[in-house]
């Protein structure tokens, strides 16, 4: 009989045990995404930076040339010097991220894609997705070209309550077809909450940001109308902006209410920089029914045969939905399609489309037929 060397035995399997953990954990961490930031402008960031904080995602490399951003970050983050470049450029010759994620003015959109799409590299930008038609359309042309997932973040694909409102509407087929449609987006103002002053700054340029609460709110409204309505063009939009506060917001609207028309509905948008409160709902009026989305896990329900409104806490959504970097990671893993859905490029090219010709119409005083 053969002697078994159990000493030998148990240190071998032990090794094997240690290796198996170690691939274990080595493939846990390939699950996070790499991401690169091009720039830190934008007060989202701080979303991603706490995502960063909590070890849900790799920031391997961050294109800004504000010192100033780049020395806060790097204390609040706790970043190395070695993450952090002038530009995207000189970034992504040595760091290859498996999306990059601009937080940086709308206007300069289009150069993060210009810079990332011909390298195959994938983009989801804050939104709305460009300051203009011109703009979104040579950012599309580049991400169909080299055949890059563009992709447009929006706190509110994330909400439940939406998530749901939709079901109901599309699937459940729980108010009928829909009649109007309205969205209540906004805030006190963003100097009144205290944005930081390299936000503000672009925020509020017309150049930069393309328009005021108009676009900084309107893009909420005509992106959630447009996933609603298929993806359909409207037939016209008219809008209404107003400057309430001119000493606080002096080159750009502060409120602007947003009529868009499709064969049997209405969308009405209503963006603001003058609310009392934060707000950010959604209502849809059917034929035989009503939702509204309250906030991000609430709605409210009535039909047509009910005298009372019914109050009901939204499900849970699926993991994939859940969070823009979990979508990100089932989009770039080929788990989910875009298609027409909140973050798509064809949803968010019609979004331009409606907030180009609300500026216009708003400019001209007329109806701008689409």
Known sequence: MQH????????????????TFSTSLSIHAQAKLNVVLAGLSHDHVNLIMNSY??????IIGIAEENQDLVKRFKERAKLPDSVFFTNLTDLLKVRKP?????F???EDHLA?????????ISVMVEKPLAVSVKHAERMAQLARKYNIHLLTNYETTWYDSNQEAYTRFKNDKAIGDIRKMVFHDGHQGPKEIGVSKEFLSWLTDPKKNGGGAIIDFGCYGANMMTWLMDGAMPISVTAVTK????????????????????????????????????????ELFGQSGYIQ???????RTKTSNSNNY?????????KAYSSHLDYLSAVLKGRVKPGKDLSSLENNLIVVRILEAAKQSAKLGKKIML
Do not use: C, H, R
């Open 4 to 19: 078994i060397n159990f000493k030998k035995l148990y240190l071998s399997v032990g090794l094997i045990a240690i290796a």
């Open 53 to 58: 904080a909590k070890g849900e995602v790799n």
């Open 98 to 102: 498996d999306v990059v994620l601009a």
């Open 104 to 106: 940086n003015a709308i």
């Open 112 to 120: 993060v894609v210009e810079v990332a799409a011909p390298l195959g």
């Open 243 to 282: 400057q309430i506060k001119p000493d606080v917001y002096p080159k750009v609207d502060d409120d602007a209410t947003i009529l868009v028309e499709y064969p049997n509905a209405t969308g009405i948008i209503e963006a603001s920089w003058n609310w009392p409160f934060n707000i950010k709902d959604m």
């Open 293 to 299: 989305a309250v906030n991000a896990n609430t709605l």
């Open 310 to 318: 019914t109050l009901i806490t939204a499900k849970p959504l699926a």
